[in-house]
T-cell receptor, first 113, second 113 residues
């Protein structure tokens, strides 16, 4: 089983739509969680951290369910500029005093005019 | 905005040659990661440093890859000898701690012919 799994998509949605991405992780000792976005041929950029209580940043809402080891990202009122690949990221203790920041393979979103 | 600087941006080299990639983390960030990204594998962790000490390089092929942080302002990733299968984009990321997310550099696009 992969450590961080995401539906690769693509998700093709019209402008103004609401779209949700899901992610599951296998390491129950995971400590921190993030969503990144990556535009074509660019570096990943931090979109938001994900907290157990859920958190919102404008049109973006992230949720974490530790019991189910599940993370979600909801985008409301989609804009053309939201078109990108969204990466689910988990920070977990990997043993011997070390940690790993593990990325899912990403979900591709295309917002269509 | 503070940024992570990677050089070179692009590198084309012949098989068997040595390749050195450099990264200048954001001042004050004590954690540095090296990742490799390909279409097939996504983002793979190669090495992880905290306070300049290598904590995890289990994802790195040890026979040809090496990663170092000679000082707090410079991280290097070296491949010797390079092979065509090393062709990928290599990213460096730095951060102040696990709960704050990590900032990526623009990457080095390596092509080994």
């Amino acid at each position: 089983r992969k450590e961080v799994e995401q539906d690769p998509g693509p998700f093709n949605v019209p402008e103004g739509a609401t779209v949700a991405f899901n992610c599951t992780y296998s390491n129950s000792a995971s400590q921190s969680f993030f969503w990144y976005r990556q535009d074509c041929r660019k570096e990943p950029k931090l979109l938001m951290s994900v907290y157990s209580s859920g958190n919102e940043d404008g049109r973006f809402t992230a949720q974490l369910n530790r019991a189910s080891q599940y993370i979600s990202l909801l985008i409301r009122d989609s804009k053309l500029s939201d078109s990108a690949t969204y990466l689910c990221v988990v920070f977990a203790y990997s043993g011997a005093g070390s940690y790993q920041l593990t990325f899912g393979k990403g979900t591709k979103l295309s917002v269509i005019p | 905005d503070a940024r992570v600087t990677q050089t070179p941006r692009h590198k084309v080299t012949e098989m068997g040659q040595e390749v050195t990639m450099r990264c200048q983390p954001i001042l004050g960030h004590n954690t540095v990661f090296w990742y490799r990204q390909t279409m097939m594998q996504g983002l793979e962790l190669l090495a992880y440093f905290r306070n300049r000490a290598p904590l995890d390089d289990s994802g790195m092929p040890k026979d040809r890859f090496s990663a170092e942080m000679p000082d707090a302002t410079l991280a290097t990733l070296k491949i010797q000898p390079s092979e065509p299968r090393d062709s990928a984009v290599y990213f460096c990321a730095s951060g102040p701690g696990q709960n704050y997310g990590y900032t990526f550099g623009s990457g080095t696009r390596l092509t080994v012919v």
